[in-house]
């Protein structure tokens, strides 16, 4: 069984900064793709930024030059740092890793249960 278990979360003003953790952990293969969702009230869950394990990087348009996405693959732990905050940046957001859990080329998607991202203006 994998566990995702995000950290970081919190209340900060508009135009502060949150730097968000999520660690991987249980019995897998290896880690492919990492990545940071965000879901609003009343919004589909949506795409923040995904790394993969090479360190490529993807990012909504509307983090691009805010949000930093990291990765440490020893840790099984991926990051997102998220400056220059706005109140639009309020949602829960989820981490997701792709995870081949045996030697197989199968890969499983995992998500953790969320932090919650407060940003008043």
């Known amino acids: 069984q994998v566990q995702l278990v995000e950290s970081g979360g919190g209340l900060v003003q508009a135009g502060g900064s949150l730097r968000l953790s999520c660690a991987a952990s249980?019995?897998?293969?290896?880690?492919?793709?990492m990545g940071w969702y965000r879901q609003a009230p009343g919004k589909q869950r949506e795409l923040v930024a995904t790394?993969?394990?090479?360190?490529?990087?993807n990012y909504a348009d509307s983090v691009k030059g805010r949000f930093t996405i990291s990765r440490d693959n020893p840790k099984n732990t991926v990051y997102l740092q998220m400056n220059s905050l706005k109140p639009e940046d309020t949602a829960v957001y989820f981490c997701?890793?792709?995870?081949?859990?045996?030697?197989?080329?199968?890969?499983?998607?995992?998500w953790g249960r969320g932090t919650q991202v407060t940003v008043s203006s």
């Open positions: 249980g019995s897998f293969f290896s880690i492919n793709d």
């Open positions: 997701n890793a792709g995870v081949r859990t045996t030697s197989s080329l199968r890969v499983y998607a995992y």
């Open positions: 790394i993969t394990s090479g360190g490529s990087t």
